[in-house]
């Protein structure tokens, strides 16, 4: 029996559809040092777009940090715990898959012990794929599906390590993981104070995290 034929690429049919799109139009999600993200529907997809906002040399640099955002979900690409990225579109917006559910800071979660130890796996994961995120503390980027599932979001401060970085990259990176690591603490207990002992193998605070908190 035959295969059925291929289904239509639906990347260039979006790529039209965006080429006209009056970006207000959609539902503000929210603003950050890179412009704003706001929400569509097409095609049957539920996107979340983020383009740069401002003008001249801001915007310029709000792009470069839209790029670089980009190039980092490629290579969290198929990895569970963040939204599927579409890819950059036009040079100026990134798309993605908008995440169903709450904000961490908002989400009433009935399994904590699981919710955190699926988080920690992501994070894990991510760091395994060459990837720091470097803004975990803020709850903002930590969204609770409605199945229960933690979502990383915004990878705009994320910090990639390079094969040919060098020791500096080598050592920034590392020292992002060890954020990461602290932040997932912090997220869990809600402060640094009275941490399972199983848990504090993850918590190293550096002397400028002390100082700056």
């Not at 012990?113 to 903002?140: C, I, N, P, W, Y």
């Not at 500096?168 to 990461?180: A, G, P, S, V, Y």
Request: proline share 5%.
């Amino acid at each position: 029996m035959a295969s059925p034929p291929p289904l239509p690429d639906p990347y260039p049919r979006l790529a039209e559809w965006l080429e006209g799109l009056d970006f207000r139009s959609g539902t503000l999600l929210g603003r950050s040092n890179q412009g704003e993200v706001r929400r569509f529907h097409h095609a049957g997809m539920d996107l979340a777009i983020k383009a740069p906002s401002g003008r001249g040399l801001l915007r310029w640099l709000r792009l470069l940090s839209l790029k670089r955002e980009y190039r980092t979900y490629r290579q969290l690409a198929g990895l569970s715990g963040f939204a599927r990225c579409h890819g950059l579109f036009s040079d100026r917006y990134l798309v993605l898959d908008y995440i169903d559910g709450e904000d961490f800071r908002l989400a009433q979660i009935p399994d904590r012990s699981a919710f955190f130890d699926q988080l920690l796996e992501t994070v894990l994961a991510m760091h395994r794929r060459g990837v720091a995120h470097g803004d975990l503390k803020r709850k903002d980027n930590l969204r609770v599906t409605r199945s229960g599932r933690p979502i990383i979001l915004d990878l705009g401060a994320a910090v990639r390590k390079k094969p040919q970085g060098g020791s500096l990259n080598r050592k920034l990176f590392e020292f992002i993981c060890q954020t990461d690591l602290n932040a997932w603490v912090k997220l869990k207990y809600g402060s640094y104070n009275e941490i399972d002992a199983e848990d504090l193998v993850y918590l190293r605070r550096s002397r400028l995290e002390r100082w700056l908190s």
